[in-house]
């Protein structure tokens, strides 16, 4: 994984706090992913069927899923 010397605090700060909601009330992880230009976002897993590797590549920070389907 590539360092960037561009870092957005605040803005993976912001992702992370959307990535810790979503995964309170989901069955899938939630992955904090860096873009190009310091800045972050958080996906879903459960809205991809396989992650494509150049995502993969971008994930800084993963928070499980906090729902378990077992009965």
């Known amino acids: 994984m ?6 957005d605090h605040s803005a993976f700060l912001a992702a992370l706090d959307s990535a810790q909601r979503r995964a309170a009330s989901s ?11 310091g800045g972050f976002v958080s996906i879903d897993e459960g809205d991809y069927e396989a992650l494509p590797q150049p995502l993969i590549e971008r994930i800084v920070h993963t928070i499980r899923g906090s729902l378990i389907d077992e009965m």
């Open 2 to 7: 590539q360092t960037n010397a561009v870092y």
């Open 27 to 37: 069955y899938f992880n939630q992955h904090i992913l860096q873009d190009e230009d």
